[in-house]
Nanobody, 124 residues
């Protein structure tokens, strides 16, 4: 059973930065395609960023391109999301998710495991 635990959320002023971490246990992290999602109050959960198993390939939702960076350290079983130039509209619960099916790229509609989320609040 894979477990994912997010950390690093909090309250930050607009223009500030936060780094989220997601530590995995119970599986071979380097074989998981990973992604970050977020869910703002009253809205659906959406994909924010994704990364291949090796970390060589990444993708971003348009609103966070150039501000957020997804990375992973397979030796530490940890996924990261560096968030810069934060805006009030980035306020949401952020979730990491794993696709453990062996695909190199995560299937957003078929993520196998989810963390419980970490809350990011950006004040104006």
């Amino acid at each position: 059973q894979v477990q994912l635990v997010e950390s690093g959320g909090g309250l930050v002023q607009a223009g500030g930065s936060l780094t989220l971490s997601c530590t995995a246990s119970g599986g071979t992290f380097g074989s998981f395609a990973m992604a970050w999602f977020r869910q703002a109050p009253g809205k659906e959960r959406v994909n924010v960023a994704a990364i291949s198993r090796s970390g060589r390939s990444t993708s971003y939702e348009d609103s966070v391109k150039g501000r957020f960076a997804i990375s992973r350290d397979n030796t530490k079983n940890t996924l990261y999301l560096q968030m810069n130039s934060l805006r009030p509209e980035d306020t949401a619960a952020y979730y990491c998710a794993a696709d453990t099916t062996g695909r190199n790229w995560p299937h957003y509609d078929g993520m196998n495991y989810w963390g419980k989320g970490t809350l990011v609040t950006v004040s104006s």
